[in-house]
């Protein structure tokens, strides 16, 4: 197996040169966004940027994220963005930003034919209440931020394989490494089982040191002190 077929790969962004370029690869397999990296890429128009990214991407999954608090337009905003296209995998949070869980949300949405990704889900207690809404139905992405639980200095892997466990339990059902921190994370994310790590281009950029012999990347590292330190004319 090589380095492109470790895990599904899916770029994580906004900034629409950077996804045309993504777009090009075939080892891309899917594509994913927020609000939060749209309003960073200066996006303006939810919808025309919508769009315009499904044009170039093909047929490949795309997940756009609703942003209601309130569970009927949440709902309302799913079927919209659900319209845009086959391929888009409707963004639900684990819980809206008063904390209540979104499990109704994601059950009704499926009852209705929409296929979704259930997103920013951080721990196992999340993912077994998950479980009873998630209905037979279209595809659904289940995201564990597993580059934020690390951040609070806590294993990832733990919550990782409990979602793996429960997608054996549901056809049509994938677990996404989310928010990666590093590029040994695609290689985590292989070995726990997950089907798909989402990432952003300055990761998914040096796919192609996975598996650089060591040695040689040493003697690089030390080449480039003696370069810059030439360069910058130092002296001792």
């Given at each position: 197996?090589?380095?492109?077929?470790?895990?599904?790969?899916?770029?994580?962004?906004?900034?629409?040169?950077?996804?045309?370029?993504?777009?090009?690869?075939?080892?891309?397999?899917?594509?994913?966004?927020?609000?939060?990296?749209?309003?960073?890429?200066?996006?303006?128009?939810?919808?025309?940027?919508?769009?315009?990214?499904?044009?170039?991407?093909?047929?490949?999954?795309?997940?756009?994220?609703?942003?209601?608090?309130?569970?009927?337009?949440?709902?309302?905003?799913?079927?919209?963005?659900?319209?845009?296209?086959?391929?888009?995998?409707?963004?639900?949070?684990?819980?809206?930003?008063?904390?209540?869980?979104?499990?109704?949300?994601?059950?009704?949405?499926?009852?209705?034919?929409?296929?979704?990704?259930?997103?920013?889900?951080?721990?196992?207690?999340?993912?077994?209440?998950?479980?009873?809404?998630?209905?037979?139905?279209?595809?659904?992405?289940?995201?564990?931020?597993?580059?934020?639980?690390?951040?609070?200095?806590?294993?990832?892997?733990?919550?990782?394989?409990?979602?793996?466990?429960?997608?054996?339990?549901?056809?049509?059902?994938?677990?996404?490494w989310a928010s990666p921190r590093e590029?040994?994370?695609?290689?985590?994310?292989?070995?726990?089982?997950?089907?798909?790590?989402?990432?952003?281009?300055?990761?998914?950029?040096?796919?192609?040191?996975?598996?650089?012999?060591?040695?040689?990347?040493?003697?690089?590292?030390?080449?480039?002190?003696?370069?810059?330190?030439?360069?910058?004319?130092?002296?001792?």
């Amino acid at each position: 197996m090589n380095k492109y077929e470790l895990v599904e790969l899916f770029a994580d962004g906004a900034d629409i040169e950077q996804i045309k370029t993504l777009a090009s690869f075939d080892w891309i397999k899917g594509f994913t966004t927020n609000p939060t990296l749209m309003r960073k890429a200066g996006v303006d128009n939810y919808l025309d940027f919508a769009l315009e990214t499904l044009s170039v991407i093909g047929d490949r999954p795309l997940s756009l994220e609703v942003f209601a608090t309130e569970f009927a337009d949440m709902e309302r905003q799913a079927g919209v963005l659900a319209e845009l296209g086959a391929n888009v995998n409707v963004k639900i949070p684990i819980t809206n930003t008063k904390g209540e869980f979104c499990g109704e949300t994601v059950r009704n949405l499926l009852s209705k034919g929409v296929a979704v990704n259930v997103t920013a889900i951080m721990t196992c207690d999340q993912l077994d209440r998950l479980c009873e809404f998630l209905v037979p139905g279209p595809g659904v992405f289940i995201s564990v931020f597993a580059g934020r639980i690390a951040d609070t200095g806590v294993d990832p892997i733990p919550t990782i394989t409990r979602a793996v466990e429960i997608c054996g339990e549901r056809a049509n059902t994938k677990v996404i490494w989310a928010s990666p921190r590093e590029l040994l994370n695609v290689v985590q994310a292989a070995g726990s089982g997950c089907h798909i790590l989402t990432a952003t281009p300055d990761i998914l950029n040096k796919i192609e040191l996975i598996g650089k012999d060591l040695a040689e990347f040493s003697l690089e590292t030390v080449k480039m002190f003696e370069n810059d330190a030439l360069a910058a004319s130092y002296k001792v």
